[in-house]
């Protein structure tokens, strides 16, 4: 506990930085495109000042890393130590001299990430040869996976496509992690050693167990993950579309531009409530991403949103449980559009496109859900994205859905549409706002939103290091 407390006080030394790193390294590129610019304001120094200022110990430990501009390192470990889990982790591996950067706020991850990239522009300065990609370790739940996906889309927007090649990743799950789970569906190497009981036993507890008896060997799945992990997977990068609803009559609504990899919930905000759902989920309601104050003042979350929530809910959890976010009852309307598979273009080409043609949903939703991740691991040729949602069950009284489909009370209940290229969500009844939970972050006051299956920049994919193409016999 003594290591954990050192960690929490070096957090307030905010206002001290490493001597190694150049004052250029430390100050973020400014994003050329819109949608760069949009992932890029929402950090943006005039607005949250008091956040913006990366703790000395985050660069003492990438100074520790990156000795050297004429060689990279082979891997860096990012760590969330915002929570239990995450110092947890960080005291093992430095206990064992692994490269390891802890951080607990937005401004550390952003600081260690745009170090990084600095890095590597130096090393392409220096040498005539591309760098060996940097494997990067990024440990924590699904949000803190979100937090360093956006930094890596805004970061290299406006790079070289080269630049894809320079850096993989790898998924150390601590707690609720959907991506994670994806990729022991594909690979049971990785299935073994991150989804097993053992370690999500350890790593999904609410609390720190003061006693830890029969825990796995952390250590040791690490450095094999690290070392034998070298086949890339490409994993593709969806976008949202964020509109918030104006402060005054005369302002514009604003917009966001968000990647994600996985999934994304919807919850409604009515016009007399404006409580967040708690989640009853394995992993830990409280593990607020990036976090180094008390969950309910997570910067992350403030930083999601134009006004904090009352009581963020960040879980990231494939289940849609009656506690979790859009267990309300929620009046919504759904358009969405299909993707059209290219040999059906080819094979008849007078027949309809189906991707010009709109379909609605508009009822009244318990759940409504959609996800990034490929099915099972199989290669589509054409991004698309899966919904799942849960309606309400119809009466006589009241009909939410098309007369077509009116005696068909029980297909109503419960579906999951496949091959969404687009879609556009929105609450019925205008007054009432939508809390959207993207990647385990929620961002609140959003007016309505639109999801298409493919980022529209060159970073289409993030790539994820794994052992390999291969499923469980059992």
Request: glycine share 4%; hydrophobic share 35%.
């Amino acid at each position: 506990m003594q290591a954990h407390l050192s960690s929490r006080s070096e957090g307030k030394q905010t206002g001290r930085r490493g001597r190694s790193t150049s004052l250029k390294e430390r100050q973020p590129v400014r994003p050329q495109n819109e949608r760069a610019n949009s992932l890029d304001n929402e950090r943006s120094p005039d607005t949250r000042h008091h956040l913006q200022i990366p703790r000395k110990t985050v660069y003492d430990q990438l100074n520790h890393i990156l000795v050297s501009d004429d060689q990279l390192p082979e891997n860096i470990i990012l760590v969330n130590t915002s929570d239990w889990q995450g110092q947890y982790l960080s005291d093992v591996l430095q206990k064992h001299t692994l490269p390891v950067v802890c951080t607990c706020s937005s401004a550390d991850i952003q600081a260690a990430f745009s170090t990084i990239v600095s890095r590597i522009q130096r090393y392409c300065n220096c040498n005539s040869q591309p760098p060996n990609p940097i494997k990067i370790a990024v440990a924590g739940a699904q949000n803190y996976l979100s937090a360093v996906l956006r930094l890596f889309v805004e970061q290299l927007s406006h790079k070289t496509p080269d630049w894809l090649g320079y850096m993989r990743f790898l998924i150390i799950p601590l707690g609720s992690h959907p991506v994670a789970k994806y990729l022991g569906s594909v690979d049971y190497r990785y299935n073994n050693f991150f989804q097993d009981l053992a370690w999500r036993d350890l790593f999904n507890k609410l609390e720190a167990q003061t006693t830890v008896s029969e825990t796995p060997d952390v250590v040791s799945r690490i450095t094999q993950y690290i070392a034998g992990a070298n086949c890339a997977h490409q994993l593709p990068i969806a976008e949202a579309m964020l509109t918030y609803k104006q402060k005054s009559p005369d302002e514009e609504s604003s917009q966001k531009f968000i990647p994600f990899v996985g999934v994304v919930k919807v919850g409604i905000v009515e016009q007399s409530s404006a409580t967040s759902g708690d989640s009853d989920d394995a992993a830990p309601s409280s593990s607020s991403v990036l976090s180094s104050t008390p969950p309910s003042a997570s910067p992350a979350v403030k930083e999601a949103s134009p006004t904090p929530p009352s009581s963020p809910s960040v879980t990231g959890s494939f289940s849609s449980s009656s506690q979790n976010l859009g267990a309300e009852l929620m009046g919504l309307q759904v358009d969405y559009w299909i993707a059209a598979p290219p040999m059906d273009r080819k094979r008849d080409p007078e027949k309809k496109d189906p991707s010009t043609t709109k379909n609605t949903l508009k009822c009244t939703f318990r759940s409504l859900q959609v996800s990034r991740l490929p099915a099972s691991g199989e290669i589509a040729t054409t991004p698309t994205m899966s919904m799942t949602v849960v309606t309400k069950e119809k009466n006589k009284k009241v009909m939410f859905l098309p007369k077509k489909t009116k005696d068909k009370e029980v297909e109503s209940k419960s579906q999951c549409i496949e091959g969404i290229s687009r879609l556009i969500c929105t609450a019925k009844h205008q007054q009432n706002m939508l809390r959207v939970l993207i990647d385990g972050v929620e961002w609140n006051d959003v007016k309505f939103f639109q999801l298409a299956a493919q980022w529209s920049s060159h970073v289409k994919h993030f790539p994820i290091c794994i052992f390999g193409h291969s499923k469980s016999n059992f």
